[in-house]
């Protein structure tokens, strides 16, 4: 992964440099020089140790988690090299409620140079703990879409992160990204930071946006389409032939933009509840886009 990392004076260095210190207390303080500069010597010999072996394991995860579009499914490849890693994540991750065969888990991207004229996106996957095991890495064809975007997030100290699916057992396991096309990848106003969103799957229209036009300016800024991440909250239809009856609203930025037909609020109600329940918020990814006429449209991106 390419980060910014602080030098810091090899082990043997400090080593040398505490040895040099005990030397010169023994000499101007006799015995108790002696035992004072051995004392320090085995103390920095076991912290520099200590800090040796942390900044190995957890290098490949220094950088800031960009979230990144999950309106997409990707297939990874080379993962019968790394077989023991996926399952020692798979172990460590929890089951797909929608799939008990699988198991969930987050994949980070990492741009690398495979060779001259080749580019390769590694893939890696988060243990519990924060560090990182190689998983496979993206077919070719696709890591020249990705990487001119992830190489941007790597100059500004991030890394563009997804849900990942381990699928398979026993001997055999395989991983599939939950990653959206290069055209849309990163999400704007990140405002809900990494909490899980429902499934991309299907496009949902948002109704009312008009009374809410002055708040879909400010998020898009003069810039559309724009990804974001948009919160579900329950609540009832004001007018029309379904008042009083329940539905779903959309807020971005906590200010409600709109909200879902009766029919569709009917379909996500309960799946909603039960996501907010499982994760703390119904967050799910929306695309808004400038419709002329209409002003800005809204669509979520919902399970099917």
Request: proline share 4%.
């Amino acid at each position: 992964m390419t980060m910014q990392q602080r030098t810091e004076p090899s082990p043997a260095a400090v080593l040398i440099a505490v040895a040099v210190l005990a030397l010169v207390l023994t000499v101007a303080f006799g015995p108790l020089g002696f035992v004072i500069g051995l004392a320090l010597f085995g103390l920095m010999f076991a912290g520099t140790k200590n800090k040796t072996a942390d900044q190995i394991v957890p290098a490949r995860t220094r950088s800031r988690l960009r979230r990144l579009s999950t309106a997409g499914r990707v297939s990874i490849v080379g993962e019968a090299h790394h077989q023991d890693a996926i399952a020692e994540v798979a172990r460590l991750s929890a089951s797909d409620p929608r799939d008990d065969t699988s198991f969930l888990a987050t994949a980070v991207l990492v741009p690398e140079s495979a060779g001259r004229h080749e580019r390769a996106v590694r893939v890696d996957l988060l243990r519990g703990e924060g560090t990182a095991v190689t998983a496979g890495y993206l077919r070719t064809e696709q890591a020249a879409d990705y990487q001119s975007l992830l190489l941007d997030l790597a100059e500004r100290g991030e890394v563009g992160s997804c849900p990942a699916r381990i699928i398979g057992g026993g001997q055999r396991h395989g991983v599939h990204l939950h990653l959206g096309a290069p055209r849309l990848l990163l999400l704007d106003h990140e405002a809900l930071g990494t909490a899980p969103t429902l499934p991309a799957e299907q496009q949902v229209a948002v109704v009312g946006e008009d009374a809410h036009q002055y708040v879909l300016h400010r998020v898009v800024n003069g810039r559309t389409p724009v990804h974001v991440i948009a919160e579900l909250r329950d609540c009832r239809i004001a007018k029309g032939s379904h008042i009083g009856e329940h539905t779903l609203e959309v807020l971005l930025e906590g200010e409600c933009i709109g909200q879902l037909t009766y029919a569709m609020g009917l379909r996500y109600c309960d799946m909603t509840q039960e996501w907010r329940a499982r994760t703390g918020r119904a967050l799910c990814e929306a695309v808004i886009t400038n419709e002329g006429t209409r002003g800005l449209q809204a669509n979520l991106l919902l399970p099917k």
